[in-house]
């Protein structure tokens, strides 16, 4: 037997996974599931990206690259953080990964010693929390309250922040429950940061593009000039351009940090897909990307509202209005403790477990993003499926005594 690493016990296995597998093996089954677990959007990539990703394929673009990216990319990326973030990236502070994901993960790489504290506020994107544990850091979580509309407060941040702390993680527009602070809001935490100047914010943009209810959506590190030294800025082509399955992720931040996870890129996967890059600078450099996601983010506007408008209504739950993302986060504890159709109800996932067996309506219990009386839905999916989820929701409710 091959003996697996001592790391590989810090991982968590995820709860979720069980709940997607039976999703899946229910509709290979043939069986009819309504899912709203799904974290991307239902649009295709834009037609003029796909093109020009065909055309570096085309031109040959089937080699190694630098690790970094192509200069055009580069260049894209610094002029789309200065030109929409108002942040002075230049290309050196600039670099591209495998997704949101695969940048993040480096970044805790390059920037954590062993025993290093990372203040996450809850509810959490799922892999934040296992990420810092590879790389040696400790999470430490600190509970952003459904009464606050999921947002922690200046003074809880300034409670969480020790001489261990290394890294805060700010998630705004957020997954899973689709909150995101207002400028106000967000300058009142960058004023705790800059008092710690050792503390790096990781600040996850990837939803920013989507906002509704004309929420004005302003980068963390464009709201004192101090923060340009103290954060790393994470964004990606996956949400906005609907690509996913692309895997192009970037980071803006200062030089040194960018070296570094340059240094650790160039030992682990050189770089990304060679063919994806020119494709990535068009989505940035093209106003037609612009037009793609407005179309877009209109769409998730009035399928978010009418979700959260629909599951409002719904006895005993409670749900926050999302304000960006494309995930409403209801509460459904008060159906703890009680029974439906034989199975027993004791916390999200056998909520989400039940339903899903019952009602053949799939969606992402929160155990995994720190919350255990809430399940995610995500609204990434047509009016027609989200009328009938939640009419099959209602129906099964009724039934639990
Ligand atoms: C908050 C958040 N950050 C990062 C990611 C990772 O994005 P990517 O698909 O580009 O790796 C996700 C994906 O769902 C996410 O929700």
Known sequence: MIALAERMKSVSESITLAVTAKANALKKAGVDVVGFGAGEPDFDTPTFIKDAAKAALDKGQTKYTPTP??????????????RENGLPYEPANVTVGAGGKACLYMAFMAVLNPGDEVVIPSPFWVSYPEQVKLAGGVPKIIRGEESNGFKITPTQLEKSIGP??????????????GHAYTPTELKALADVIVKHPAVVVFS??????????????VSFAKLDERLLDQTLTFNCHSKSFAMTGWRLGYIGGPKPVIDAINKLQSQMTSHVTSFIQIPGAVALNDPRGAESIETMRVQFEKRGKHMWERLSKLPGVTCVRPQGAFYCFPNVSSYFGKTVGGAKITDAVSFAATLLEQAHVAVVPGNDSGFETHVRLSFATSMEQIDKGIDRIAEWLKKIG
């Open 164 to 177: 261990r702390t290394r890294v805060v993680i700010l998630n705004s527009p957020s997954n899973p429950a």
């Open 69 to 82: 990216s192509f200069p055009e990319l580069k260049q894209a990326i610094a002029d789309k953080f200065q």
């Open 204 to 217: 996850d943009e990837i939803y920013e593009k989507l906002v509704y209810d004309g929420l004005e959506f």
